[in-house]
C-alpha cells in the first residue's frame, strides 16, 4: 500500500517513455538454485535482450531515460515485493541472480555458490555497498560482501541494511 502511490507514478513514466510494457519478467536462482519468477519495473528499451541475456554497462543504451532514475533509486525492484509476501525472497539477503550468468560464475569464482544456501534477498550487503554488477570481476566483489552477510548474519544486520537501502533509495546513490 505504501509504494502503491510510487508504482503508479513510475508505471505512468514508464508508459510514457516509449508506449512498452511496465513490467519486466525474469527467471532467477533462488535458495539452493531453485528457479524463481520475480518481476521489475521495466528500465530498458523493450526486447532489450533479444540476442541472449548480457550484463548492463555504465551508460547502456538499452537504458531508458526513466530507467536511469529508476534504478539509480531502485525503486525498479518494488515489484519484487510480492516474492517476498510469496516467501520465494527475504527481505534482506543476496541478491539471486540469472540462471546464464550462474552458469558462468560457477565455473570461474570459487565459493560462489555459498551464496545460494541461504534465501536470496530484495536488498543486501552488497547492493547497498556497491554498485550494479556488470562483470565477473563485479560478481567476485559482490560475493565477498554476500559471504561476510552470510558469516556475520544477524537481526542487527538486517535492520542495518534496510536502513542503508532505504537511505540508497531516498538519495539515489550508494552512501
Known amino acids: 500500500i505504501f509504494t502503491l502511490p510510487l508504482m503508479i507514478t513510475a508505471s505512468f513514466f514508464i508508459w510514457l517513455n516509449d508506449k512498452g510494457p511496465i513490467l519486466y519478467k525474469q527467471t532467477r536462482e533462488g535458495f539452493l538454485g531453485e528457479k524463481i519468477e520475480i518481476y521489475k519495473l521495466r528500465t530498458m528499451i523493450d526486447n532489450a535482450e533479444i540476442a541472449g541475456p548480457r ?15 529508476l534504478r539509480r533509486t531502485r525503486l525498479d525492484e518494488i515489484p519484487q515485493l510480492i516474492s517476498v509476501i510469496k516467501g520465494e525472497l527475504s527481505l534482506i539477503g543476496p541478491r539471486p ?70 537511505k540508497v533509495i531516498c538519495n539515489g546513490t550508494l552512501s
Open 55 to 69: 550484463w548492463a554497462s555504465k551508460n547502456d543504451p538499452r537504458i531508458t531515460k526513466v530507467g536511469k532514475f
Open 97 to 166: 541472480e540469472r540462471p546464464a550468468f550462474n552458469k558462468i560464475l560457477r565455473e570461474e569464482i570459487n565459493l560462489y555458490d555459498i551464496r545460494n544456501h541461504i534465501k536470496p534477498g530484495l536488498s543486501g550487503w552488497a547492493q547497498v555497498n556497491y554498485s550494479y554488477g556488470s562483470s565477473k570481476n563485479d560478481a567476485k566483489i559482490k560475493l565477498s560482501y554476500d559471504i561476510f552477510y552470510i558469516l556475520n548474519f544477524s537481526s542487527f544486520l538486517d535492520l542495518y541494511i534496510l536502513f542503508k537501502t532505504i
